[in-house]
C-alpha cells in the first residue's frame, strides 16, 4: 500500500469559494459574521476528484492520500477569531465529505481555526471535533497565523502547550504547514513553505519540547525545507550549543515528508534522514503542476524517484510508502479497517 | 589561488564591542548620537586574525578572504540612521585596517548603513567611501533591515533601485545577507540566514529585475540557502509561471557560495548549480565553529569538500575557487595586484 501523508484539496468546487468571497464581503462591509452553508454538491465533489486527484493516485498507483484542506487557502491573519472558525469548519466538513465518498482513497486532516494571537481554544475544539467526530487522523498547525511577518510565538512556547495536550490526548500528528503570505517579500509555495519549514526544525533543535512531550509529533512537509541540504550545518550548530545528535532529536518526534520535486534532491534526503522519519508525500494537485521537461514526468510525481533510488531496500521502501505513515498517524488503521 | 569570497571578521578585537556598548547606551538613554573613535591597536587586530583567520588560511591552504564586518552584528533594525551610519562606519573602517595590515590576505567588503524603511541615500554614500577610498569590491545587502519582522520591500522593490545604480556605476556586486534577528521565530544563523537566501532567489525569480540591471550582481551565501535541494520545485514554479528558465535567470547574476557544511550537501549544489554561478566560500570564522566527529575535520573547512569532489574537473575547480570570483568582483583584480 502507498499512502501519500500530504494532499490538498486545491480543487475544491467553485461553492467553496463562492462561500469565501461572501464571507469576505460580509468581513468588509462590518456585516455579522454568519456561518451559513455551503452549496456543493456530491456529484461537483466527484468531479473536483476524479479528474485530478482521484486520476493521478490511479496513474501514479498510489492508494491513499492524507488529506487536507488548500493550506495557501486557510489565511488565518485574515478577519478575527470567528473568521477562521466558520471558514474552517466549512472546509474541515468538505473534507470529511470527500473521505464519506471515496473512503478507500481519502482520509482526513484538519485545518485549525487559528487567529494571530488568539488563545488556541477555538483550535482544540476543533481538533476534537474532526477527530471525534468526523475520524480525521490529525492536522495541519500554522506556526505563522499573520501569513508571512511571524508574529506568532514559536512552536516551543508554552503558548502552544495547551493544544499539544490534546494532540498528544487524541494521538493525532500535526504537519507544520504555514498558509498564504500577504508579506509581499515571500512567495507562498516558493520560499514562505519552505522557510516555515526550516524555521520550525530549528526551533525544535534549540528547545526542549519533546522532553515535556515525548509523544508528540510533527511532519515537517517540503523534505524539510532546506534542512536536510544543511544537515551538517544542523549538527555543527547542535554540536556548538550542547544541543542532542539530530538523529536522536528527530526520532521519535520529527518526520519529513517526500515533497522534493527532483531526482538529487530525494537521494539527498534518503542519504541524509533516517528512513525511520521520511514519510512518502507529494503535496498533489498543489505547488507545480507541470512537467519537467527533463524527464517528461509531473515533477510532483515523487513515487517515481523513489522508485529510481537504487539505494532503497524494499523494506526501507515500504517503511517510507507505508509503515511510518502508520506509525506517525496511529488512527489511520482505523480509517483502512 | 584560492579565493573565499564569504569571510566575516567575528573575532574583532574587545573595542569594537565597548564603542557599539556605548552607542547602545547612549540611545537608551537619549544621549545625542555621538561617532566617537574607537579604540584598538594594530597589535590587537593583529592578535584577533593571527590566531583565526589567517591560521586557518595557512591550515586549508586557502590565500584570500573577501572580507566584510560581522554580519550578525550589523543589526540594523537596532536605532536609528545615525546610528546604524556610525556603527557602519566604524565596522567598514576596521575592515580597511585589517586590509591594510594584511593586503595579501584579505579585500574589503563592506557592511551598509541601512535602517527600517530609510531611503538608501547613506548607503549609496558609504558605498561609495569604502569603494572609492577604502578599495573595497563590494557590499553585504541586508534584504530585511527589520531583523525578522521582513518590513522592508522585496529586492525587486523600485525601492531599491537608485543603489543598484550605484553598484553597477561602481562594478560591485553585493552579498544578500541579513543580519542577527529580534524575532524569537527564528535562529539568526539557523534559520534567518537561510530563509533569507531562499527568499530572495525567489524574489529575483519572479521579477524582471535584471533586465533592468544587466549587470548586476548578487552572492546568494550558504549554498543558496534551500535553493538547490528544490531546484525541480523552482523549475517547475517557474515554469508554470513563464518565468526564465533558471539557468538562464541566473547565468550573469545569481551566484552562490560553497558555505554547505557536508559532503553530500556540496556534492549536491555542484551536480545542480551551473560551474560558472559557484563561488568558493566557508564563512569562516562564522556561523559553525566546531569539528565535525563524522569527519574529524571542521566543518566548515569546505575546501575539503570541494577537494573530495569527484565530478570536478581541475578547470572547475579553478573556476570555483579563483576565476568566478574574479568574474564577479571584477575590482579584485586590482588588489590582488
Known amino acids: 500500500m502507498i499512502i501519500d501523508c ?12 463562492a462561500w469565501r468571497d461572501a464571507q469576505l464581503a460580509a468581513l468588509k462591509s462590518g456585516a455579522p459574521a454568519s456561518k451559513g452553508a455551503i452549496k456543493i454538491s456530491d456529484d461537483e465533489i466527484r468531479e473536483s476528484l476524479e479528474n485530478a486527484q482521484l486520476k493521478l493516485q490511479r496513474e501514479r498507483g498510489t492508494d491513499v492520500t492524507i488529506f487536507s484542506p488548500r493550506a495557501s487557502a486557510m489565511a488565518h491573519h485574515i478577519g478575527d477569531a470567528t473568521t477562521s472558525l466558520h471558514w474552517s469548519q466549512h472546509c474541515n466538513d468538505l473534507i470529511h465529505r470527500v473521505c464519506g465518498l471515496y473512503p478507500a482513497n481519502f482520509v482526513g486532516v484538519c485545518q485549525l481555526p487559528q487567529t494571530p494571537a488568539d488563545p488556541l481554544a477555538n483550535c482544540i475544539a476543533e481538533l476534537e471535533r474532526c477527530v471525534n467526530e468526523l475520524a480525521f487522523i490529525g492536522c495541519n498547525l500554522n506556526p505563522d497565523p499573520s501569513g508571512g511577518y511571524w508574529g506568532a510565538p514559536p512552536l516551543t512556547d508554552r503558548y502552544w502547550y495547551k493544544f499539544y495536550e490534546k494532540m498528544v490526548e487524541l494521538d493525532v ?33 534549540t528547545a526542549d519540547l519533546f522532553k515535556d512531550f515525548p509523544a508528540l509529533r510533527f511532519i515537517i512537509p517540503h523534505g524539510g525545507g532546506a534542512v536536510p541540504y544543511h544537515w551538517g550545518r544542523y549538527r555543527g550548530l547542535a554540536q556548538d550549543m550542547k544541543r542532542p545528535l539530530l538523529t536522536d532529536l528527530i526520532r521519535d518526534n520529527i518526520f519529513f515528508d517526500t515533497c522534493v520535486y527532483h531526482m538529487p534532491g530525494i537521494a539527498l534526503l534518503l542519504k541524509i534522514v533516517p528512513v525511520d522519519n521520511i514519510l512518502f508525500g507529494s503535496e498533489m494537485v498543489g505547488a507545480v503542476r507541470g512537467i519537467d521537461p527533463e524527464t517528461g514526468q509531473y515533477f510532483d510525481d515523487t513515487r517515481r524517484y523513489l522508485d529510481q533510488a537504487a539505494s532503497l531496500s524494499d523494506a526501507d521502501k515500504r517503511k517510507i510508502f507505508e509503515g511510518n505513515a502508520r506509525k506517525v498517524y496511529p488512527r489511520l488503521k482505523r480509517s483502512l479497517a
Open 6 to 17: 500530504h494532499g490538498h484539496y486545491t480543487t475544491a468546487p467553485k461553492g467553496l469559494q
Open 173 to 205: 500528528p500535526a504537519m507544520v504547514h504555514v498558509s498564504a503570505t500577504c508579506n509581499p517579500n515571500f512567495h507562498t509555495t516558493g520560499s514562505h513553505y519552505i522557510n516555515a519549514d526550516t524555521t520550525a526544525f530549528m526551533q525544535f533543535l
